[in-house]
């Protein structure tokens, strides 16, 4: 599939992988923008090989179970050495623990490996409603050629020279969606819901500061921008997911009347498995992790949550 707009503003080929409501919202707002976009995904006519063939940047929107078989395809086929990558993918590989851009930079190790994540629900920016998005790389010029590519007057793109941060901002507040949805099911009203996401965003600091990210970050447009985002939309499939297991469905059902992806359900499993290994207390995400393995219902969560030992507010990110 091509789409071209007939006004270019600045000449580009961009290469979108994953054609589901992530990708085809970049695709639009690239094609936009007046660059020839081809969009790619595993039911497409077209081949991988003639989508990515001469592009100026691949972007790939998959969902996180769609990045090690992806990178697989395009290996063996032949990149232009310039070739930028960008990933949007927010999850964790559950057999390696992998960012997405750990992957996609170990499997193509000369191309610059940029991370696009923010606060965009894929439908405001289907509707054209105005957006900010950060692109994080350690190649700076990458970054900025990606930004100048997609950036517009409702689609706001900043630099960040984070990318680790940036990519578990996008990533683990998914996780913190899940426990902000069940709050809004059970009708706990705004005080709790505040503290649940003050104290998920100190939670995400304590874990990403502890694997190599920045603190400031997760400040930034990609860490509570986008946990707001998440934790204050019904658009959002994370937070629809805690909403409607406080409403006494399970999970399985949940998920399959759900549109698109959760990846918040899979990041749980693999940032309890790696809390655990590492000694990290993240108590929220714990007990999102019992709620959606069916140990514990929803008031069970808040309640354990309410129990824990009293201790000072101050920096306690750090324990
Ligand atoms: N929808 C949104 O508002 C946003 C989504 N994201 C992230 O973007 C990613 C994709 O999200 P959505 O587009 O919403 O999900 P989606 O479920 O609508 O689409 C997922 C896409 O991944 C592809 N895919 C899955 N497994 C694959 C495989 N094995 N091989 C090849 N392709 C495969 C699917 O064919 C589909 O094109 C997720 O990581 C999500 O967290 C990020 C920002 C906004
Ligand atoms: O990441 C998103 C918005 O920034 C999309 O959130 P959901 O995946 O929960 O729908």
């Not at 395009?74 to 232009?80: E, G, N």
Request: charged share 15%; aromatic share 4%; hydrophobic share 45%.
């Amino acid at each position: 599939m091509t789409i071209q707009n007939p006004k270019p503003k600045i000449e580009a080929t961009i290469a979108i992988l994953g054609a589901g409501a992530w990708g085809t919202a970049l695709a639009n707002l690239a094609a936009a923008n007046g660059h020839q976009v081809g969009l790619w995904s595993r039911e497409s006519s077209e081949s991988l090989a003639d989508v990515i063939a001469g592009a100026d940047i691949i972007l790939s929107a998959v969902s996180m179970k769609g990045v090690r078989p992806v990178v697989e395809l395009i290996k063996p086929l032949a990149l232009s050495s310039d070739t930028i990558i960008v990933t949007a993918t927010k999850g964790l590989d559950p057999s390696t623990t992998c960012t997405p851009a750990q992957i996609w930079q170990a499997a193509f190790p000369s191309h610059p490996v940029v991370v696009l994540a923010g606060p965009n629900l894929s439908k405001e920016i289907e509707q054209g409603l105005p957006a900010a998005t950060v692109v994080a790389s350690t190649d700076a010029e990458a970054a900025k050629v990606v930004q100048a590519r997609l950036n517009s007057t409702r689609f706001r793109v900043y630099t960040n020279s984070d990318p680790l941060g940036v990519e578990l901002g996008g990533t683990l507040k998914n996780v913190i969606a899940i426990s902000a949805g069940t709050c809004d099911g059970l009708q706990l009203g705004t005080n709790a819901k505040a503290a649940l996401v003050t104290r998920g965003l100190a939670e995400i600091i304590r874990i990403g500061t502890h694997w190599g990210a920045k603190t400031d970050t997760f400040y930034g447009l990609s860490g509570l921008g986008d946990l707001l985002a998440t934790c204050n939309s019904p658009l959002s499939r994370n937070y629809q997911v805690g909403y409607q297991l406080a409403q006494g469905k399970q999970l399985p059902e949940v998920l399959a009347a759900l549109q698109g992806t959760a990846e918040g359900v899979n990041t749980t499993q693999v940032l309890i498995q790696l809390a655990n290994q590492q000694g990290i207390s993240v108590p929220i995400s714990y007990q999102v992790y019992r709620l959606l393995q069916g140990e514990v219902t929803p008031q069970a969560a808040v309640d354990a949550l309410m129990l824990r030992d009293v201790k000072p507010e101050i920096g306690s990110w750090r324990y």
